[in-house]
């Protein structure tokens, strides 16, 4: 990409949610913010993690997630009744945490992240 005030060509930026164009010449700048799809889905997911032996890792886990005590967290995981709801994002930053567990759970309606 050249620049508009004096052709020489910018240098791109690329940062976590933008781009940045900068020219070393003339030092004309210009950014743009990029928005993931993920980000702009608002259908309201429900996760159920499902009944399942657990290890400490696992119930660590869980109880960070919900905001519940250890031995709480343990109950519900042997017993089941968790459910989560969120936007995309957060149920997606969950879903990779309980799979690095590998702990069981379902998400409706159907996830496509």
């Not at 030092?27 to 928005?35: E, L």
């Not at 968790?82 to 409706?108: H, M, P, Q, V």
Request: net charge negative.
């Amino acid at each position: 990409m050249n620049c508009p005030k004096c052709g020489s060509i910018l240098n791109e930026i690329i940062k976590m949610n933008s781009r940045e164009y900068h020219c070393p010449q003339c030092n004309y700048g210009v950014s743009a913010f990029v928005v993931e799809p993920i980000d702009e889905d608002e259908t309201i997911y429900k996760m159920e993690v499902l009944p399942q032996d657990s290890n400490i890792s696992q119930v660590q886990l869980i109880s960070k997630q919900v905001n519940i005590n250890l031995l709480a967290a343990k109950k519900m995981l042997n017993d089941g009744g968790i459910l989560i709801e969120g936007e995309a994002k957060k149920i997606y930053d969950i879903r990779n945490a309980l799979d690095g567990l590998n702990i069981k759970y379902s998400i409706t309606p159907e996830f496509k992240w």
